[in-house]
């Protein structure tokens, strides 16, 4: 257990595992994205009571489901670094936030636009959305305070603090629509032997839940790679990088 949280706690080994991993993600993404959105939006009937404008729940639902997925994410790795002082851990929720701040807007610009033609608003201050709302500003809190203090030391020690406290919005997110009276539906397939959507309907929305899990996936060994390279610019193992070339070293 220890021996591979080393081996993982390893800049230059984790420079490599993610460098060897993304394309490999990339390529399973794409895949995935390409039938999800094909099974979605041309396969699956349209709903008897929504029409057609259910079908942005291929986007809205994984892109809400990542949002607080990436935030957990974010959460445990800083909790990991304040705790073990890893610094590949605090690498990890660095680059996670942005990633989830992404997914977290796509997830409530979606839910607008269906808002729109169902409630008949673009917005309103409901317990999910309000929530919802409230996990990007802490995306946002986190990734300004990287850079707002003194020291790389410190900012990360505050940003990490910050993650973990702002766990607790999690939960809320989740189960806000059975704690409050609220506008937004129940989940739809938090049981999957009884799910309350038809399985066309169903398959494709698990596609794009994988799609976009991958896609995650794709974009966080990206950035591992790059904050690494901007942490360890000096380091002798980078500069072996020039001669050896940045995949064979």
């Not at 984790?14 to 939006?41: K, N, T």
């Not at 699956?44 to 489901?65: C, K, L, T």
């Not at 990007?136 to 203090?149: E, I, K």
């Not at 899990?213 to 610019?233: A, D, H, K, P, S």
Request: charged letters at 10%; proline letters at 5%.
């Amino acid at each position: 257990m220890f021996q591979w949280i080393h081996r993982f706690g390893s800049a230059p080994f984790m420079y490599r595992f993610a460098g060897r991993l993304a394309p490999w993600l990339g390529a399973l993404c794409l895949l995935s994205l390409v039938a999800g959105l094909y099974l979605g939006l041309v396969v699956a009937p349209a709903d008897y009571e929504q029409g057609d404008s259910y079908r942005i729940i291929y986007i809205h639902v994984p892109a809400a489901w990542m949002s607080m997925f990436t935030y957990m994410v974010m959460a445990v790795s800083s909790a990991v670094f304040l705790i073990w002082r890893l610094k590949i851990a605090d690498v990890v929720a660095e680059a996670s936030a942005p990633i989830g701040a992404a997914f977290t807007a796509v997830a409530l610009i979606t839910g607008s636009f269906w808002g729109k033609p169902m409630w008949g608003t673009w917005w309103i201050w409901d317990a999910r959305l309000t929530s919802e709302l409230l996990l990007l500003f802490l995306y946002f809190g986190y990734m300004a305070l990287r850079g707002s203090l003194d020291t790389p030391q410190s900012s990360a020690k505050a940003a990490a603090i910050l993650a973990v406290v702002g766990v607790v919005n999690i939960p809320i997110i989740h189960f806000s629509v059975e704690w409050w009276n609220t506008l937004h539906q129940p989940a739809t397939i938090s049981k999957l032997d009884t799910p309350s959507m038809h399985i066309s309907m169903l398959r494709p929305l698990l596609l794009m839940v994988l799609a976009f899990q991958l896609l995650y996936f794709y974009n966080l060994m990206i950035r591992v790679r790059t904050l690494i390279l901007t942490r360890e610019g000096r380091a002798s193992w980078v500069a072996e990088l020039d001669t050896k070339g940045p995949e064979n070293a």
